[in-house]
């Protein structure tokens, strides 16, 4: 993986500003490059009655104006050169970042969340669910609570999710890369809820504990078939709590999980990804295998057409 192009949407306030060192040591770490990209949204101060929807040129036009000088002074320790700023005029935040982000080829796209609750986030949306729904290419979230309240920004610790699903291998190849980049220990982490197995604590003991074997033997042959060989835990609790809870032991700085069903149809009713994200106290970064499926989809294009060529 390369870092050289990261994505930070702002808005103006102090939870965004509380987020950016975090983007400064990333940049400086990867050497990258930081786009600061703001979309506008039009104020009701902007628009007549509702009988006669129109916009007031003179109102809109002071409004793009105080947004290019919030957006020119807004402040991040990086080399000018290096800094992209960029307004959008118009959209909606959420599907705005994914075009920027598919069209500029953005490697790591960073933002903060608000942390609605369940049920908003799961009828309304936010903008980081969608981010995650749409996008391809890493998506590292901070909660802007927490890391006001965190000194350290560095990653010594990484707990790393894995769930047993197609991109289980993917991830942990992906854990590994920012291992290494980054100089951070990873422990694994995965889930056996008792709950499932044993309702009232009391009855199929043998069906869980046979469940836990099942689980260390898969997670050491999906490590050698990634090539890792990191320490892993297995918790018995939910995958937000097993999760939450590493991270309090280990003082973790980081989780990373696959982004998982979120990307599938109706994916928000079905995957843990949103709650991790609003139940641990540290930034997430989670990782999508389809970006990598469609770089090998079209190198194995390019090669196809490469002996067609040569064919004829």
């Known amino acids: 993986m390369k870092y050289d192009r990261i994505?930070?949407?702002?808005?103006?306030?102090?939870?965004?500003?509380?987020?950016?060192?975090?983007?400064?040591?990333?940049?400086?770490?990867?050497?990258?490059?930081?786009?600061?990209?703001?979309?506008?949204h039009t104020p009701a101060a902007c628009f007549g009655a509702t009988e006669a929807y129109f916009t007031y040129v003179d109102t809109w036009t002071s409004f793009i104006d105080d947004s290019k000088q919030h957006l020119d002074k807004f402040?991040?320790?990086?080399?000018?050169?290096?800094?992209?700023?960029?307004?959008?005029?118009?959209?909606?935040?959420?599907?705005?970042?994914?075009?920027?982000?598919?069209?500029?080829?953005?490697?790591?796209?960073?933002?903060?969340?608000?942390?609605?609750?369940?049920i908003r986030g799961l009828l309304l949306g936010s903008i980081a669910a969608k981010v995650l729904s749409d996008v391809t290419c890493p998506v590292w979230i901070c909660p802007s609570s927490h890391i006001r309240d965190k000194k350290r920004t560095d990653s010594r610790t990484v707990i790393c999710a894995v769930e047993f699903t197609e991109e289980a291998t993917a991830l942990l190849h992906f854990a590994n890369d920012w291992s290494q980049r980054s100089g951070a220990n990873v422990i694994v982490v995965h889930s056996v809820p008792?709950?499932?197995?044993?309702?009232?604590?009391?009855?199929?003991?043998?069906?869980?504990?046979?469940?836990?074997?099942?689980?260390?033997?898969?997670?050491?042959?999906?490590?050698?078939?990634a090539g890792t060989n990191f320490p892993f835990e297995l918790s018995t609790g939910g995958i937000t709590s097993a999760i939450a809870e590493a991270v309090r032991e280990q003082d973790a700085d980081?989780?990373?999980?696959?982004?998982?069903?979120?990307?599938?149809?109706?994916?928000?009713?079905?995957?843990?990804?949103?709650?991790?994200?609003?139940?641990?106290?540290?930034?997430?970064?989670?990782?999508?295998?389809?970006?990598?499926?469609?770089?090998?989809?079209?190198?194995?294009?390019?090669?196809?057409?490469?002996?067609m060529g040569e064919s004829g």
């Open 75 to 118: 402040q991040i320790n990086l080399p000018r050169e290096r800094v992209d700023r960029v307004l959008l005029q118009e959209g909606d935040l959420g599907p705005e970042i994914v075009k920027w982000a598919d069209a500029n080829e953005t490697d790591l796209i960073v933002m903060g969340t608000h942390g609605c609750g369940t």
């Open 254 to 307: 980081l989780v990373i999980i696959g982004r998982g069903k979120c990307q599938d149809f109706l994916g928000r009713l079905r995957t843990h990804a949103y709650d991790i994200i609003r139940g641990v106290p540290c930034p997430v970064l989670s990782y999508s295998c389809r970006q990598e499926n469609e770089i090998k989809a079209l190198v194995n294009a390019l090669g196809q057409k490469a002996t």
């Open 7 to 40: 994505l930070f949407p702002i808005e103006f306030s102090d939870d965004c500003r509380a987020i950016t060192n975090q983007v400064e040591r990333l940049a400086d770490q990867f050497n990258s490059r930081v786009t600061l990209l703001h979309v506008c």
């Open 194 to 225: 008792e709950a499932e197995t044993r309702p009232n604590k009391y009855f199929d003991t043998e069906l869980h504990d046979f469940l836990v074997s099942q689980a260390r033997e898969h997670l050491t042959h999906l490590q050698a078939d």
